[in-house]
């Protein structure tokens, strides 16, 4: 008899392919996804578009200063997507779409993020109990 | 959007304002009118839909028998904590968007 794998399920798989720094939706989907982990739920982002240039190593750990709270170090998206990687290990993924970030020359990924295919999309897709997509064509 | 059985209810989120939003607000009011159990969640720049007399389609849609909420963090970080809210419009946060969307049975359409 043929062996048979057991392909993980998700909770929750968001398509993020809004772009970042332009409206609210990376902040929303963040705090969405550590409301449903906090729910002890299982929840990954599959990054499309410019979110796959969020991870990016060389952006580091913090944003330039904010001036009206210097004191106050500010997390690049990178350090809050790892903060959430770390916390909540195997229980959230960040997914990085191959395609977008060669397209945009997005290279060395901090190492806790997943690279994969858009190829995987529909098998990513698959896996989740519930997809909601964020963003435009 | 979600695939799985058909639902039980619906939760809907918006995100954005103006002409689009009142549309999807529109097929809000239609579901809900249709008789189905539909949840409105207003965040980010949707937020503006909730304060009153802000949008002519949400006081449509709660009349047809839809619940809305409106997301406190977002009205905070616009300095729109204290704004008067459509009548019937509650603030909650994150937190109950998150106990909604894991329901089972519930269809999600985010705009």
């Given at each position: 008899?043929?062996a048979?794998?057991?392909?993980?399920?998700?909770d929750?798989?968001v398509?993020?392919?809004?772009p970042?720094?332009?409206?609210?939706?990376?902040?929303?989907?963040?705090?969405?996804?550590?409301?449903?982990?906090e729910?002890?739920h299982?929840?990954?982002?599959?990054?499309?578009?410019?979110?796959?240039?969020?991870?990016?190593?060389?952006?580091?750990?913090?944003?330039?200063?904010?001036?009206?709270?210097?004191?106050?170090p500010a997390?690049?998206?990178?350090?809050?997507?790892?903060?959430?990687?770390?916390?909540?290990?195997?229980?959230?993924?960040?997914?990085v779409?191959?395609?977008c970030?060669?397209?945009?020359?997005?290279?060395?990924?901090i190492?806790?993020?997943?690279?994969?295919?858009?190829?995987?999309?529909?098998?990513?897709?698959?896996?989740?109990?519930?997809?909601?997509?964020?963003?435009?064509a | 959007?979600?695939?799985?059985?058909?639902?039980?209810?619906?939760?809907?989120v918006?995100?954005?304002?103006?002409?689009?939003?009142?549309?999807?607000?529109?097929?809000?009011?239609?579901l809900?009118g249709a008789?189905?159990?539909?949840?409105?969640?207003?965040?980010?720049?949707g937020?503006?839909?909730?304060?009153r007399?802000?949008?002519?389609?949400?006081?449509?849609f709660?009349?047809?028998g839809?619940q809305?909420?409106?997301?406190?963090?977002?009205?905070?970080?616009?300095?729109?904590?204290?704004?008067?809210?459509?009548?019937?419009v509650?603030?909650?946060?994150?937190?109950d968007?998150?106990?909604?969307?894991?329901?089972?049975?519930?269809?999600?359409?985010?705009?």
């Amino acid at each position: 008899m043929a062996a048979t794998v057991e392909r993980r399920t998700w909770d929750v798989l968001v398509v993020l392919t809004a772009p970042p720094h332009t409206t609210d939706a990376l902040t929303t989907v963040l705090r969405l996804a550590q409301a449903v982990l906090e729910r002890e739920h299982t929840i990954r982002v599959w990054a499309c578009g410019s979110n796959t240039m969020l991870t990016q190593a060389s952006l580091g750990e913090t944003k330039p200063a904010d001036l009206r709270d210097p004191a106050t170090p500010a997390p690049t998206a990178g350090a809050l997507i790892r903060g959430l990687l770390t916390a909540y290990k195997g229980r959230f993924s960040w997914i990085v779409c191959t395609a977008c970030s060669a397209e945009r020359g997005a290279r060395d990924h901090i190492a806790e993020v997943r690279l994969r295919s858009d190829a995987r999309l529909a098998a990513t897709i698959a896996a989740a109990r519930r997809t909601i997509y964020i963003g435009g064509a | 959007m979600t695939q799985d059985r058909p639902a039980e209810q619906y939760l809907l989120v918006e995100t954005q304002s103006g002409g689009t939003a009142e549309r999807f607000l529109a097929d809000a009011a239609a579901l809900a009118g249709a008789g189905e159990r539909v949840r409105l969640f207003l965040a980010a720049d949707g937020v503006a839909l909730g304060i009153r007399g802000a949008s002519a389609g949400l006081p449509q849609f709660l009349g047809a028998g839809g619940q809305a909420w409106i997301d406190e963090f977002t009205l905070a970080h616009r300095a729109l904590h204290a704004a008067p809210l459509t009548p019937g419009v509650r603030a909650t946060g994150m937190g109950d968007l998150a106990d909604w969307l894991l329901e089972p049975g519930t269809r999600v359409v985010w705009h």
